[in-house]
């Protein structure tokens, strides 16, 4: 068994504002409760997905995994001891604030905090309203997106997520992250989605290179192009990837690592088979040069134009 999708992220950020401004009026999601420390967005039916707290590290702080249920996580639980890892059961205060019903945590082996839950909130009784417009995200089965991790050492990674987690390889790229640099990224999947984690070595600063939301229609990720890209956020042109065939554009946030805004991607089937690329896309994804880049950014598809 793997754990079912991703379920939330949290972030610890240096500007709490400029994430507010970020998260709702360019990236569209809906802000349920915040304060000058900290906010929680929404993008679909569940109470949150993102949560944004004030912190001096400017990268990700957590990620959870969801379950289906007790037994689920107890398999996990067991599954992880078994694997060498030490997990701690998450207290009522932390379920609380989490709002599920309750939960694992336990460290990557590269010190992200990881967490395994069961029983999210759900407030179908307060419809999503996007302030930007976004008719909705996708997410049910497969989760609320992926995002890329950056650890020293690729192997011992997917070991972990692969045999600790039970994630599975969809494909490798070997990604072009300089004239004479080639990275092997690779990319996991625990449901439909094509990847819900991608591994590389990339020598960059924070514990991520980008997180991704998939929006419902290609207008949605135009759009959101055009409110980001008023403000010289974009890192790369409006593209199509080649492994998962997701449409979509990257932009800095307001803490230097990337988001990535995508529509269209093509779902793991039964019979999927593992293939390799040369290429992250068919067509786009041009790197843009940034006014004022960020320390420690790295350019994924060649020099900027
Ligand atoms: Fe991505």
């Not at 991703?6 to 400029?18: E, I, Q, R, S, T």
């Not at 094509?194 to 600063?205: D, E, I, K, R, V």
Request: net charge negative.
């Amino acid at each position: 068994m793997s754990v079912r999708s991703l379920g939330y992220l949290g972030f610890a950020v240096k500007d709490v504002p400029a994430w507010r401004d970020f998260m709702t009026a360019k990236l569209g999601l809906q802000e349920v409760a915040g304060d000058a420390e900290g906010a929680r967005y929404r993008l679909d039916s569940r109470a949150w997905r993102i949560a944004v707290e004030a912190g001096e590290e400017d990268d990700l702080a957590y990620a959870g995994y969801e379950v289906a249920d007790p037994a689920e996580l107890t398999q996990m639980a067991e599954r992880l001891r078994g694997a060498g890892v030490a997990v701690t059961e998450g207290d009522a205060a932390l379920a609380k604030r989490r709002g599920v019903l309750g939960l694992i945590t336990f460290t990557d082996p590269f010190g992200l905090p990881l967490e395994i839950y069961y029983g999210p909130s759900e407030v179908f009784e307060h419809p999503f309203t996007s302030p930007a417009g976004v008719s909705g995200f996708r997410t049910g089965e497969q989760g609320l997106g992926h995002f890329v991790r950056c650890v020293p050492d690729t192997q011992k990674a997917l070991a972990f997520y692969t045999e600790a987690l039970g994630f599975q390889l969809s494909d490798v790229i070997d990604i072009k992250a300089g004239p004479q640099v080639v990275v092997p990224a690779y990319f996991l999947h625990c449901n439909g989605r094509h990847h819900t984690l991608a591994l590389a070595s990339f020598p960059l600063p924070r514990r991520i290179h980008h997180f991704m939301i998939e929006a419902n229609t290609l207008d949605d990720v135009g759009l959101a192009y055009d409110r980001i890209a008023a403000e010289d956020r974009i890192t790369m042109t409006f593209g199509r990837h080649s492994n998962d065939h997701m449409v979509s554009f990257y932009a800095v946030t307001p803490s230097g690592f990337d988001v990535e805004f995508g529509w269209g991607a093509r779902a793991v089937e039964p019979g999927w088979t593992v293939v390799r690329h040369d290429a992250i896309s068919v067509w786009g994804h041009k790197p843009v040069r940034q006014s004022a880049p960020a320390p420690g950014r790295i350019i994924l598809n060649g020099e900027p134009a």
